[in-house]
């Protein structure tokens, strides 16, 4: 979720997640509000690191509303931009899949665009192996699973707890 109202769901969401997919706008003016100082990609992006999600995909949205449409200059430019700063907070741009896509006509979600040929595909290098890929969900699918610690004790956060008469105290 982009929107202010939303970000305590986002940091619900983010706490549990193994993998963020960063959705960067590349159209003119959305971008640059979205990497600002207060920005919402900046908060996001250091959202998802502090609340230690290691894995990073950045979408670079709405490539269909960039000038001219399916721009590759507008896609390096963002990538290098998000690349700096994903790197200052701690993540490793190397290891970060940045891929073209256009949500709204479909084009690298599901399968390569034929709109966008001057990519070439992602790539990420870390320290488990390479992995490579043109769209969307097959950076979604080398996401590499983290281990869990089942050899330990359970821990359940709670939400709330409710007091209920009759029936007693129920946390949730």
Request: glycine share 10%; proline share 7%.
């Amino acid at each position: 979720p982009g929107h202010r109202d939303f970000i305590k769901n986002m940091i619900t969401g983010t706490s549990q997640a193994d993998c963020a997919v960063l959705i960067v706008a590349a159209g003119t003016g959305e971008f640059e509000a979205g990497i600002s100082k207060n920005g919402q990609t900046r908060e996001h992006a250091l959202l998802a690191f502090t609340l230690g999600v290691k894995q990073l995909i950045v979408g670079v949205n709405k490539m269909d509303s960039t000038e001219p449409p399916y721009s590759e200059s507008r896609f390096e430019e963002i990538k290098k931009e998000v690349s700096s700063y994903i790197k200052k907070i701690g993540y490793n741009p190397a290891a970060v899949a940045f891929v073209p896509i256009s949500g709204w006509h479909g084009d690298n979600m599901l399968e390569a665009s034929t709109k966008m040929p001057w990519f070439k595909g992602w790539l990420v290098e870390r320290k488990e192996g390479k992995a490579e890929g043109k769209c969307l969900i097959e950076a979604l699918d080398a996401i590499l699973p983290p281990a869990r610690p089942t050899d330990k004790p359970l821990r359940l956060p709670l939400q709330d707890v409710y007091k209920i008469g009759g029936i007693g105290t129920v946390p949730v």
